[in-house]
């Protein structure tokens, strides 16, 4: 396959299989820069960038780190805000995020660790047991994730359908959540 995903399309295809073939096969986009929380997001990215966190970094044991680490592999390729080597001999990533921690984590955040997880694996051969997640919100609460090998064989497989859908113009199944469709930018055009 001649075609890389990031942790955005593979997010986009677990909401609905669908949101790839339109953007990516029939390349209708979504305008999704214009969503207040998507750029805030990404500032605050840019400025997590700029800021000293070093005090969360003590806390959980880590000996080095590299900020904004581009990795990809043979089908998936993104950028990990940081990349953690820790006391124990792990690697483990760490994610920001706009967001408050209200005593439990989305599954798109899950997910995306387990993005950054099988990229850490790729690269540096080193099996990623747990990753981060720091909540800009909550006054910078960390919150450790446990990173599993079914979780990051769930990712792979995703990415694998993904690319054939845009490979193969394959026209998927839509979500079985109904509500999702509510709101979708695709619901005009979606043949249910």
Known sequence: MNFSVT???????LYCP???????VLRIPQYQERHFKVQKGRLVHEEKARQNMEYLRRRIGVVKKELNLYLTNDLLR???????WLEDGSIAPLDYKYAKYEDKIYSTYKT???CYAW???SNFGVEVTRGYLVYTR???RLVEVPVDEKSVTAVEKAARSIGEIITQNKYPKATK????????TYR???IK
Do not use: A, M, W
Request: hydrophobic residues 30%; contains cysteine; glycine residues 2%.
């Open 177 to 184: 959540n109904k509500k999702r469709c509510v709101t979708c």
């Open 112 to 114: 995306q660790l387990y």
């Open 188 to 190: 005009n055009i979606c």
């Open 119 to 121: 990229l850490i694996r």
């Open 18 to 24: 669908r949101f790839i073939y339109f953007e990516y």
């Open 7 to 13: 942790p955005s399309h593979l997010l986009q295809y």
């Open 78 to 84: 993104g950028e990990v805000d940081e990349v953690l």
């Open 138 to 140: 909550s006054r910078n």
